[in-house]
């Protein structure tokens, strides 16, 4: 998906990640559909179309992220809505990056995403 991300216009993309998070919804597991979808509104965001739809999409990854108990997709959710928040000038409404979270929770998430990768 992320091959089509370029700073020019292109219509076709939303319908791209749209297909793409059926086809997870259709054939992954719960984390890989959260994964695709989490992709959706973090790589979005940053083009032409904007923020339309980013509520709906953000507060469904935050109960899957919950349900799954996955950190690093807990972590790109806080990103993103921090993100989304950030481009609509929403400074101190997102200041909890919209997640009920304190910034001690946030560095909790992403220090743990960090050690589980470098394995300690």
Known sequence: MTAYMRRAYMPHVPA??????????AHGGGWEYAITWMFRPHMLV????????????????????RRIGDRYLRAQVASATAE?????????????????????????????????????
């Open 16 to 25: 791209r990640f749209e297909a793409a998070v059926a086809n997870t919804r």
């Open 84 to 120: 989304t928040g950030m481009m609509r000038g929403r400074y101190e409404e997102e200041g909890a990056l919209g997640l009920g979270l304190t910034p001690d929770d946030v560095l909790g998430l992403l220090t743990g995403v960090a050690e589980e990768l470098s394995g300690s």
């Open 46 to 65: 940053d083009t032409p179309f904007g923020t339309t739809g980013m509520d709906e999409d953000l507060a469904e990854l935050r109960v899957l992220g």
